[in-house]
């Protein structure tokens, strides 16, 4: 299997001269008057309110900066850099117009760049649905210089990388891997990652999955990597993404199987405003819960904002995963005897050679889930999330309680069409309060994208989606005069993706027929829950469908709690690859009742045990199913909390 050239990102800030510009496009011959200027976006001295963001870097070369604002533009980005000499300087800024590939009016994206306080006439974000950079003209420089991003709407703006270039003539290149090797060579960054320790088991992605398999590989005694690219811990089940963890834990006969998913959780949730538990405040996912409790296990390396690149193999067993940080480009070469691929998106064993599946059509979809609240009800003032919070309770506190919101000729057109929380219209199992109905799961797009080539687009729907309904609902309607958007999700929340084959395949007619395995070690309650786009809504809307409707009744439900196979826990042709959370070995409906992160929390725990037995008995994940089965179950009955001495 080909393996996927993963792009990174480089550093920070940074001048160079370089004699020579043959990686560029239209560099052909060497010039000596060729000095650069630099500057990564995400290495900014102070990032003020954009987003950095990593999801897409493999697809367009880089994580960047994003104006998340719902509608409020963020604070300025900004750094202090030195040019290399005084002069006029051409200035080249890598964006996009984010609603370009819908043919739209609008380019509601736009920033400038603000030098020593005056901004350049050329506005970005303005053009072109690729990454690209944009030309920003001619500049004075004259020394030591302060930069800034400077947001102009809170709708979204994106900014990778800003370039000064003294040779006037010059154009960068939009390749993405010769643009790579040119950042890197002007950043001075080493050609071979550094080396970053061997390890018993690599645990890459920290979401449910991965920190519970690296909890209880740690406890059991093992040395353990737990690498995870943004900087808190949950995944779906983040602050970030806000999906509440679902499925049934410590279940007959094994009632420890879920005790570290438990451990996790905050003890007391209240109950919501609106609707369910998604999209709840953020302090409810217990961001800091799940740092405190891996950062106290001494045998837990935790590399947060670090994202795997490649992977080294031989002989159908991985050596070594390289990983990346998301701000400085330094990588790092990290070696192992074992390694558990929880990234969901199975960047891992892809990268490896694993035999993989991935849905061509009728994938579910992600969500970027929202809520909203009400500017004139003090307690939700004094709670809010938003990042204009001070200027917000100054308003209110000075009797304001009106909040406008523009026309969003850009967004999907809703201003006669159905969706929930418009009228008589509801999600599937939604509020009987139409507040409750916005934002929720059933807000759900990319049905028929590639959810890893195509998610910064599938998220950019889901935005047209949210600011098109608020829009209605403000403008049209006539509605909610206090209310504005109080949150919204820029980390997609994904449900299917590529899943690695294991030894078994696990199919919902498995979980229909109760069918009996020898080596079940975790138990299933959800239903076998699929989504698809939702009729009621799609019309006029193809390849824009943003509503989803899960499958339900008979068919789709099983009896109890349902065990699942170990075999499904690793993969079937890299020896020493372990999978847990929702890139197992199922087939498209058999990820229905397993892709829940309280049962993808319990994978890891298994996952965690098994390659303690691995590393004690010399063996293969397939090994421990032939020969130590017996022992394997018999850790399953130790709690949670046992910790090898």
């Known amino acids: ?35 650069f200027l630099f500057l990564e976006a995400e290495q900014f001295e102070e990032l003020g309110g954009w987003d950095l963001d990593q999801q897409s870097m493999d697809q367009m070369g880089s994580p960047y900066l994003l104006a998340h604002g719902l509608g409020i533009p963020v604070a300025d980005a900004r750094t202090t850099v030195n ?106 960054l080493p050609d071979k990652p550094k080396p970053g320790g061997h390890y018993d088991l690599i645990v890459v992605g920290g979401g449910m999955a991965g920190t519970c398999t690296a909890l209880s590989a740690a406890r059991n005694g093992l040395k353990v990597a737990l690498v995870q690219d943004r900087p808190v811990l949950g995944g779906n089940g983040s602050s970030e993404v806000r999906v509440w963890p679902e499925g049934k834990t410590r279940q007959e006969p094994y009632k420890h199987v879920g005790d570290i998913v438990e451990e996790l959780m905050l ?51 991985i050596l070594a995963v390289v990983i990346q940080h998301t701000k400085s480009a330094l990588q790092k070469r990290l070696t192992a005897d074992y390694f558990a691929d929880c990234t969901g998106d199975a960047s891992v064993g892809f990268l490896a050679g694993a035999d993989f599946e991935i849905s061509s059509a009728n994938l579910m979809g992600s969500s970027n889930l929202w809520s909203v609240m009400d500017a004139s009800e ?52 939604g509020s009987k309060d139409p507040l409750g109905n916005l934002g929720g799961w059933f807000w759900e797009s990319g049905f028929d994208k590639n959810p890893i080539t195509d998610i910064e687009k599938i998220r950019d729907l889901n935005l047209r989606a949210m600011y098109g309904a608020w829009d209605a609902l403000k403008n049209v309607d006539k509605l909610y005069p206090n209310h504005r958007l109080g949150w919204c999700a820029f980390i997609a929340g994904k449900r299917e993706s590529r899943r690695l084959m294991g030894d078994v395949v696990l199919t919902a007619q498995d979980f229909l027929n109760r069918k009996v395995f020898e080596d079940a070690v975790f138990p299933c309650s959800w ?110 009955n130790h709690p949670g909390t046992y910790r090898s001495s």
């Open 527 to 636: 239903h076998i829950d699929l989504h698809q786009a939702d009729k009621n809504f799609d019309e006029g809307l193809a390849g824009e469908e943003f509503i989803s409707h899960a499958s339900s009744g008979e068919g789709y439900v099983y009896d109890g709690v349902y065990w699942a196979p170990y075999r499904i826990l690793y993969s079937r042709n890299i020896d020493n690859l372990f999978m847990a959370g929702r890139d197992i070995s199922v087939s498209n409906d058999g990820l229905g009742p397993v892709r829940v992160m309280r049962t993808c929390g319990m994978m890891g725990e298994i996952v965690g045990k098994a390659a303690t037995i691995c590393v004690q008995k010399k063996t293969t994940p397939r090994g421990v199913y032939e020969n130590h089965l017996a022992e394997l179950k018999g850790l399953m």
């Open 1 to 35: 299997m080909n393996r996927k050239q993963f792009i990174g990102k480089t550093g920070s800030a940074f001048l160079m001269l370089l004699a020579g510009a043959d990686l560029l496009a239209n560099a052909k011959e060497k010039k000596s008057n060729n000095a």
């Open 267 to 317: 003890p007391e949730i209240p109950a919501p405003v609106y609707g369910s538990r998604n999209a709840i405040k953020g302090k409810h996912f217990g961001d800091e819960r799940k740092l405190s409790i891996i950062k106290a296990e001494s045998r837990i390396s935790l590399l947060t904002e670090y994202r795997a690149i490649d992977v080294e193999s031989s002989d159908n067993r």
């Open 378 to 429: 003090e307690n939700e003032i004094l709670t809010c999330e938003c990042k204009d919070k001070t200027a917000l309770t100054l308003a209110w506190e000075q009797g304001s309680r009106e909040q406008p919101f523009p026309r969003c000729p850009w967004a999907i057109d809703l201003s006669n069409k159905p969706f929930p929380g418009r009228k008589n219209f509801k999600g599937q199992w």
């Open 83 to 188: 040019f290399p000499s005084k002069g006029h300087y051409r200035i080249w800024v890598r964006t996009r117009d984010w609603v370009a590939p819908w043919d739209v009016q609008g380019a509601p994206g736009k920033f400038q760049v603000i030098i020593n306080g005056v901004p350049i006439k050329e506005v970005f974000g303005t053009k072109g649905q690729d990454w690209h950079w944009h030309d920003g003209g001619l500049v004075q420089i004259d020394g030591q210089t302060e930069i800034r991003l400077h947001d102009l709407t809170g709708f979204e703006g994106r900014c990778d990388s800003i370039l000064f270039c003294k040779d006037l003539n010059f154009k960068p290149t939009d390749e993405v891997a010769a643009l790579t090797r040119f950042r890197r060579k002007l950043l001075g």
